[in-house]
């Protein structure tokens, strides 16, 4: 069983996520393991991978996540920008928020708001 991890804040993944992953009502990267701690029984028998923007939170997460004691968290590497890059939009629903002025990204790279404009 493969379970998707966002690691992104309720914000972000208002923009848009992957199809059937696990969101967390969270503000704050720190809120994490706590929101997460509901979950971890259900998680246990499967392989689960976080993701993030870039890579960055998710990394983190993963290694966190397997020092306490998780050992089957892996992390989607280079983050859902480099999933856009090397795959597409296949399986993700929406937009990707980055934290500059293009506010979201779609799975072609192009922005929500012209940078243009």
Do not use: W
Request: hydrophobic share 40%; proline share 5%.
């Amino acid at each position: 069983r493969l379970v998707l991890l966002d690691t992104r804040n309720r914000e972000e993944f208002g923009y848009g996520t992957f199809e059937n992953a696990l969101t967390l009502p969270i503000d704050n990267f720190t809120e994490l393991p706590m929101a997460l701690e509901p979950h971890r029984d259900a998680l246990a028998d499967a392989t689960v991978v976080s993701f993030c923007t870039g890579g960055i939170r998710c990394e983190k997460a993963a290694l966190f996540l397997q020092a306490d004691g998780m050992p089957n968290v892996l992390q989607l590497d280079g983050g859902i920008l480099g999933y856009f890059e090397q795959v597409g939009g296949f399986g993700y629903d929406g937009r990707c928020f980055v934290f500059d002025g293009r506010v979201a990204l779609d799975p072609a790279l192009r922005p929500l708001v012209d940078e243009d404009a």
